[in-house]
């Protein structure tokens, strides 16, 4: 199962409740809940599994960018040195060489700045699931733990209610 099928599962065994009479609190299988939940702490891993995973990529994307940039350079001053016999030769090799160079550098700023938007956008992406299944679980066991509250406070005082009763 989802985690978000899970958490439809703990929805609906709320609004399928038993509802105490004259209130409208609802009664509700602990057991139930509590094997749901379990299901859920079981499903969350995959998720942050999935981040490390993007933060590896992430890292393997720009090792592999700085590799190109760097093989690049390289290329570039191999050119120069084999250039280097002439003055002529020698004068638009520098040139080229500052020129590929910064080509080099900016390329490798632009792929490195695209691969950190990218796993940046991952990383939101999965941030945001991850902060939408813990608000929606705390808030459907905050939920029911409150009408069981409910319940047994209603339970209690009508216990008492009958033992004045009785005097």
Do not use: C
């Amino acid at each position: 199962m989802e985690i978000f099928t899970l958490l439809e599962t703990l929805e609906e065994l709320l609004e399928n409740s038993k509802r105490l009479p004259f209130t409208s609190k609802g009664i509700v299988d602990k057991e139930e809940m509590l094997d749901i939940i379990k299901e859920i702490r079981l499903k969350l891993p995959d998720e942050l599994k999935q981040a490390k995973w993007v933060k590896e990529e992430r890292q393997r994307i720009l090792v592999e960018a700085q590799k190109e940039a760097d093989g690049i350079v390289k290329e570039a001053e191999n050119r120069i040195i084999a250039m280097v016999d002439e003055h002529e030769i020698t004068r638009k090799a520098y040139d080229q060489k500052t020129e590929i160079i910064e080509t080099a550098n900016e390329m490798s700023r632009e792929i490195s700045k695209g691969t950190k938007e990218y796993a940046d956008s991952l990383l939101a992406n999965t941030e945001e699931v991850l902060n939408e299944t813990l608000n929606k679980l705390g808030t459907n066991m905050s939920e029911a733990l409150n009408l069981m509250q409910i319940s047994l406070e209603d339970t209690i005082k009508t216990i008492q209610n009958s033992r004045k009763e009785l005097k």
